[in-house]
């Protein structure tokens, strides 16, 4: 393992985030002393952030359960009714499309919010749900595909005719939307970060049964849920992430002796996102008193980190140009899989990963030639600018 990896600003929560998931999450004096000074350093209807705000319903709940009595704590109350209302619809919208599925005889897995709330949180006035996000396996993606076109689903961002299998293969989900406004992102990889064959395979197998409006599904097993919210949360934004550390306190509360931590730690191994998981660790057991065992943390510290993990880690939790955007994250990921597959980087890696970059952008080459001159103008024009 490589020495200390420096957190970035805008990968992990705020200091203002972080009170505010102290007074949401920790129990007695350590809870309300958060909420205390949150509450003095925070004008929450004028200043508050959207990550924060998004977790107002479970502030609220939690500092019932303290005894809290604020005047806020009414405006806290209709914003849980207002999540729990919203989430049921969400709920109901993804039991559709599991039917939809069921009917073609199609397995699935349901991820974050909806199997998050029922199994975890327990509650879904908690956890508030923007989208939908159902698994299917990855042979069945077109069909899937199809499948949803025909229900009346239309994919964001790209025309159907855009979806061809070579520009899917860069993705590990694509998003769509109905014609009642709900988006739906299904997924066909689990995990973005998936390069050893049959990891997939195995998470399937590992899946625990879940009941959404009578429809029978699945959703990842605890300790692939663990690592699958620190994976996706453990990232640059330029609003800091924070649903993630929720998330994560959750799923360790509810199954603190569920957790197979052996399988955790070999699944972070084969995905290449121990650097990822260490540190977010590292943070829940620091600022949020996690049950993480020390010897995890040591296993972790003790694993084997190529410098194109580290380059690719770096990338996506540094602050990003306005002139690159997620070039840098897109590049040292595209030179990750060489790595892994033993050929040369450098300039050597230059025409393929154009070629790759072109696909996952799903743009002709005339679209591409244009946006990559746009690219260099810009660049020329701040250069003689400085």
């Known amino acids: 393992m490589t020495g200390k990896i420096p957190r970035r ?5 705020t200091l203002k985030q972080e009170l505010f998931l102290q007074a949401a999450l920790l129990p007695g004096g350590l809870g309300l002393a958060a909420w205390r000074q949150w509450k003095q350093d925070v004008a929450w209807e004028e200043d508050i952030d959207a990550g924060s705000f998004a977790l107002l319903s479970l502030l609220y709940v939690h500092l019932k359960e303290l005894g809290v009595e604020d005047p806020a704590m009414g405006r806290f109350k209709g914003i849980y009714r207002k999540v729990w209302y919203q989430n049921q619809t ?4 993804t039991a559709d499309v599991l039917r939809l599925f069921e009917t073609g005889r199609m397995e699935t897995m349901v991820l974050k919010g909806a199997a998050l709330a029922q199994l975890y949180y327990k509650d879904f006035g908690l956890r508030k749900m923007h989208d939908l996000d159902v698994v299917i396996p990855a042979a069945g993606r077109r069909r899937a595909i199809d499948m949803l076109t025909r229900a009346g689903w239309k994919p964001r961002f790209q025309p159907i005719s855009r979806l061809t299998d070579s520009n899917l293969d860069c993705h590990h989900a694509w998003a769509f939307e109905n014609g009642r406004g709900f988006q739906l992102d299904l997924h066909w990889n689990v995990l973005t970060g998936r390069l050893r064959p049959g990891t997939e395979e195995d998470l399937w197998a590992a899946s625990v049964p879940l009941r959404l409006e009578g429809v029978s599904t699945r959703t990842l097993c605890p300790a692939d849920q663990l690592l699958h919210a620190c994976v996706h949360g453990v990232r640059w934004s330029p609003m800091p992430p924070i649903r993630w550390v929720a998330d994560s306190f959750h799923i360790l509360k509810a199954a603190p002796t569920g957790i197979d931590w052996d399988r955790l730690i070999g699944l972070a191994e084969e995905c290449r996102t121990i650097l990822a998981v260490r540190e977010a660790f590292l943070y829940l057991r620091e600022s949020f008193h996690a049950e993480i065992p020390d010897w995890v943390l040591r296993r ?9 993990e580290c380059r690719y880690y770096e990338s996506a939790v540094a602050p990003q140009s306005p002139l690159l955007g997620e070039l840098p994250v897109y590049w ?3 030179l990750l899989t060489r790595e892994w597959e033993g050929k040369p980087d450098g300039i050597r890696a230059g025409p393929g990963f154009l070629s790759y970059l072109r696909r996952l952008k799903m743009m002709t080459r005339r679209q591409f030639l244009s946006w990559m001159l746009s690219r260099v103008f810009i660049r020329v024009r701040g250069t003689v600018k400085g």
């Open 300 to 308: 972790l510290n003790g694993l084997s980190v190529t410098p194109g």
């Open 90 to 93: 969400l709920v109901h919208e």
């Open 9 to 13: 600003n805008g990968a992990f929560p």
């Open 332 to 334: 040292n990921w595209y």
